[in-house]
């Protein structure tokens, strides 16, 4: 629309001119060419062609396509000028009727005798130059320049004022002739190519490992170095528009800095050409992006031209594709682009082109003394982007059509080149790339890790150097490794907590230790029990001998009691030798014992026990004995928290050791000896079992003391006071089983204040001094 207005602004003026012209956008869904589609249709569409002409010949061609392929771009394209050159008509008759009249305008013209005396002095030394193909862009720059100072050295002694006056345009007006002349003649190029060839490439992926990707692409004289940045997505840039998006998630910036070209200039900010360069590389990588469900990261690529000698955009996109590529992002496939010239010549009389040569990737002299620039990128597939830039009033529609099949065989030609570099997305290591997780929270959730006036968000933010956006329901977190996304989730999960699992691993905090176990705060704010059974896979004497309050650790939740209290272990984390504990009914393992260990002190006790596979270490086993499960389940243990075993601990006096805390195996054994329940408890608990022991061995009878080990007592004949020699069954975390014989089993608990060293198997002089509640023996150790 804003075109063809001007166009017919122009008309009604009386400026002179050769319009009018008519501009047409083409759309294509499901295959069907669409006619000026409207921004919904255009959403929809594969292609977006905006194609400019005159009556009969093409003026400008811009397209973004999604792999468009030669043949359907050609059909679009003459769809495109009929329809165009509707336009035209009405503009004229506008202008018949109330157009102004056309100002009279006289051009400046060299005369024939000063272009001549130029043409003596400077053809034949500039030929020279350009039939020597080891001149590169700036050895012949410098021998142009030369030969432009010998002819202003004779002009100046002629005193030619003419000539000195139009000498630069002059001297170009003669290159250009000496180019083109030798292009159609002789198809032989400045550098010394044939039409269709394309320059020496080089590429390289990943030069810059530090970056999240990088690569260098060099074609002939021109090299651009490309990098890639992901972001989070609440960086995506913000747009202004009245119609499209408002935002952008991937951006091109092509920076030409006045290096790339051996000059010294000030950079003041981006002009028309870097920003144009830029869209178009921009278009042409855009069609083989991830969609943003799969891929929801901010993309920049930043294009940087270190040489220049034609068709720097086109080196942008395969710099950037390859770059992409770098950065782990999967897109489709590479991306190439190649420039395509015209030289042709026309008919003075009648303006008509009467021979032409295509040529396939230009110098930047092709370019200047060519007619045309034919930008064209894409993959293997098809066309992606096309930017038509012309000299001449316009090229006819044919020579437009005929110059895609050159582009392609060159385009094809470097993403060989490109694929031998690298063919597929990079696996990243997690030092340098970057992570980004998306995760879904209640907006109350959400409110709690903002904290007041951010506070919270903003802290987190600081000590881990992580970018954290907050949406409705969403939280999505950037960070520039795996190790640091972990420490931020972390963070997250403390504050606001995830759903719990049997068998999930969470970080937690140790509040509080008691002697069976410690309280664990984890999971924003939630508390557990960490049972002394569960912190290693070895005997533990003392909870503090293995954690500490307010240290951080690694748990696995095991489940939960009837009280819904969670169970958490630390065992269960580390490597295991053998299976793996089952906290549930079912099948239970004894593997055999390992051979006894010499025992440290007792209050440094870390024992390499028998490997048991039972999730509790209060059930006693026999070395070799049969194993029986039962099908039905024990009485469980509740599971207190720390508050009401404090207040516990104020109203009773009763030793810790035998604290109604303990976890118990959900599957119970029964062994075939009928061995008691050996847990060191208090006699007040568990009073409504039944026990093996006769009640009558509960009285202390003087009488029935025994000085000697009496062989296969029995349990009727043990007695208190009876003085025995007893064998270490086992070594448990607050005292020894002992084997009295017999299949028997008694129980001595450690002194406070006493330390010894004890073995399995060892032989003790005991006695027994009581019974507890279930009838077990409780044995005092004799001093030898």
Known sequence: MAANATSAALMLSDI??????????IGRICGRFIVNPSINELSMSDLNLVYACTRDKTLMIDVQAREISERDLEAALRLAHPEAVKYLEPQIRLAAKAGKQKKEYKLSMVSKETIEKIRNLAEAPIEAVFTDPTYGKFERGEALDRITQDVKKALEEERDEEGLKFLSKTVDTVRKEVVRRRIISEGSRVDGRVLDEVRPVYCEAGNLPVLHGSSLFSRGDTQVLCTVTLGAPGQAQRLDSVVGPSTKRFMLHYSFPPFCINEVGKRVGLNRREVGHGTLAEKALLAVLPPEDDFPYTVRINSEVMASDGSTSMATVCGGSMALMDAGIAVREHVAGVSVGLVSEVDSATGEIKDYRILSDILGLEDH?????????????????????????GIPLDIICECL???????????????????????????????????????????????PLGALKRKIEEETGARISVSDGTLTILTKNQAVMEKVQEKVDLVIGREIEVGGIYKGTITSIKEYGAFVEFNGGQQGLLHISELSNEPVTRVSDVVSVGQQ?????IGQDVRGNIKLSLKATLHRIGSNADDTVGELK???????????????????????????????????????????????ILIRSAAECEEEEKNSAVDLSSRNGSFTSRSSLKLKTEAPDLNFRSDDEDTDERHTADPSLLQNNPNDMETDNVPNISARQLKIGMVLTAKVHQIRARGLVLDLGGGIRGMYRFETGVKRYFGVGEELRVKCSSFSGKGIPVMSLLEE
Not at 606 to 626: L, Y
């Open 590 to 636: 004894v593997s055999a014992p390992k051979e006894p260990n010499v025992l440290p002190p007792v209050n440094q006790l870390h024992i390499q026990q028998e490997k048991e596979d039972s999730p509790s270490e209060d059930q006693p086993f026999e070395h070799n004995m049969n194993v029986e499960i039962s099908s039905s389940s024990s009485p469980v």
């Open 369 to 393: 003394l060519g007619d045309m620039d034919f930008k064209i990128a894409g993959t293997r597939k098809g066309v992606t982007a096309i930017q038509l830039d012309i000299k001449p009033a």
């Open 553 to 557: 650790l690694s748990l696995m939740c």
């Open 16 to 25: 002179p001119w050769g319009g009018p012209i008519g501009v047409i956008r």
């Open 405 to 451: 099949e050159p582009a392609l065989k060159g385009r094809l030609q470097i993403l060989d080149h490109m694929e031998r570099e690298i063919d597929a997305p990079r696996a990243k290591d997690d030092r340098n790339s970057p992570r980004l997780a998306t995760l879904k929270y209640s907006n109350d959730a959400i409110r709690r890790l903002i904290g």
